[in-house]
């Protein structure tokens, strides 16, 4: 997501840039029907140059190339009828334009920095990331079935050189047990009253509730875009979300004040659209006591203590007491949830891999040794005590088929994936039109075949 903000930051200034130039635009490329036009590559480079990247290459042979490629994934998606919807991709519009506000300091500001309406500036954004999506489904369409054996994997390792073989940094396995510490009834009372006053004054036509999530709600990811989850099926919601959202009769009306594992909340509807909905919410948060806190860290001090004294074991402990429904069941083991993770689905971590407090208490332990409880912030945005054990430490080292079979198979499936997405461009060249200016044509390309 930081790529694309800086993407799109410096796309602008780039445009910028080129809108005040006197060059007069040409088409320097086509590519099916569609056209590469100069500033288009003038775009590319001046952003490229401001990140500091370089080319392998004359940039003017690079960069059309790479706009070329991705107007044939383009083509397949037409072909394909590959779909993003409008609130996958406004989501990450309405993010970057907030963050891009922020940066220049008001809407004002920006229109006037870029020379361009608001929604001008939308669009652009609209259009870039819905290409960026499409481009990603497509490879991903491509790439589905792709996959490695056992037996495959094991000839790679065997037939790769000495000095290709993957290192494998220092990785951890930990317990951990979470305790959540009494929230007073007086703390909840608050919260509903605020909520309470919130529905009040949409009701009355004081304010609107989209304002209001915008200034109130301890939602950030949904705040920032005033309180909208965006388009979203029942199955994506939490249960207690979805009883309730699914039966707001209209637009108009506040929801009740209900709870979720990550607070209470109002809601309003937005739109129904066949089996998705788009709806506004507000999340409050009720707040812990020092006192209570602290009441949950010695109570988990102590059981600590008595682990280490033998009284109790930790696998025990974790299924009485431990409040996180993710290792509760699973003996405390922590399991990687990083998609783009190589070790996503394994208990195994490098240990900037965990959560921040985590990673601190575990870094020093010795196996078997457990922290001292410290305080931590949940996946739902709720403070919590928690103590960790490290249950095993990998050393870093050379990656073998006996300890790193999953690694390996990454990285096999990953090279397999790249060559599926090679052939397929080079096969692509092979039918697609491409028209490319005399002046632009003294290139070596990565893919000779665009010049038939």
């Not at 430490?393 to 499936?413: P, R």
Request: charged content about 30%.
């Amino acid at each position: 997501m930081v790529r694309l903000f800086v993407f799109a930051c410096f796309a602008w200034c780039s445009l910028s840039l080129v809108a005040q130039s006197n060059v007069i635009d040409e088409v320097v490329w086509v590519v099916g029907d569609e056209p590469i036009f100069k500033s288009d590559v003038e775009m590319t480079r001046i952003e490229g140059q401001t990140r500091g990247q370089t080319w392998e290459g004359n940039p003017y042979c690079v960069i059309p190339e790479q706009l070329a490629v991705q107007k044939l994934f383009l083509h397949q998606a037409e072909l394909d009828s590959v779909e993003v919807t409008d609130s996958e991709v406004y989501q990450r519009v309405d993010l970057q334009l907030d963050m891009l506000v922020q940066n220049v300091g008001s809407r004002e500001k920006l229109e006037e920095y870029y020379g361009k309406s608001m929604s001008q500036i939308r669009q652009q954004l609209y259009k870039m990331f819905r290409n960026d999506l499409m481009v990603s489904k497509v490879k991903s369409n491509l790439v589905a079935k792709v996959n490695a054996t056992p037996t495959q994997v094991r000839r790679y390792f065997k037939d790769i050189s000495e000095d290709s073989i993957p290192f494998i940094p220092t990785q951890y396995e930990a317990q951990i047990i979470v305790r959540e510490p009494f929230v007073e009834q007086s703390e909840i009372d608050r919260v509903k009253a605020e909520l309470r006053d919130y529905t009040e004054r949409v009701n009355k036509g004081e304010s609107l509730f989209s304002t209001l999530a915008l200034m109130y709600s301890e939602d950030k990811g949904t705040a920032i875009r005033r309180g909208e989850t965006g388009f979203m099926t029942r199955g994506q919601f939490v249960p207690e979300f979805s009883n309730v959202v699914f039966n707001l009769p209209d637009d108009k009306t506040v929801s009740k004040i209900f709870e979720t594992e990550y607070g209470f909340h109002i809601a309003q509807l937005v739109e129904k659209r066949g089996d998705r909905i788009n709806v506004r919410h507000i999340l409050k948060r009720p707040r812990v006591s020092d006192d209570e806190l602290m009441r949950c860290v010695n109570g988990l001090d102590t059981i600590a203590d008595e682990i280490r004294r033998g009284v109790y074991k930790f696998d025990e402990c974790v299924q009485h007491i431990s409040q996180d429904k993710d290792t509760r069941n699973n003996y405390g083991i922590m399991v990687n949830t990083d998609e783009e993770s190589e070790r996503y689905g394994s208990s195994k971590f490098e240990i900037q891999e965990f959560p921040t407090e985590v990673a601190k208490n575990l870094v020093n332990l010795n196996i078997g040794e457990i922290s001292k409880p410290f305080v931590m912030v949940n996946k739902n945005g709720k403070e919590v005590v928690a103590i960790v054990k490290l249950k095993n430490k990998i050393n870093g080292h050379k990656a073998t088929i006996t300890e790193d079979y999953q690694i390996l198979h990454s990285v096999l499936v990953e090279k397999l994936q790249n060559e599926k997405l090679e052939n397929w461009i080079k096969e692509m060249q092979k039918t697609t039109y491409v028209k490319i200016n005399d002046d632009w044509k003294n290139c070596e390309f990565r893919y000779p075949g665009w010049i038939k």
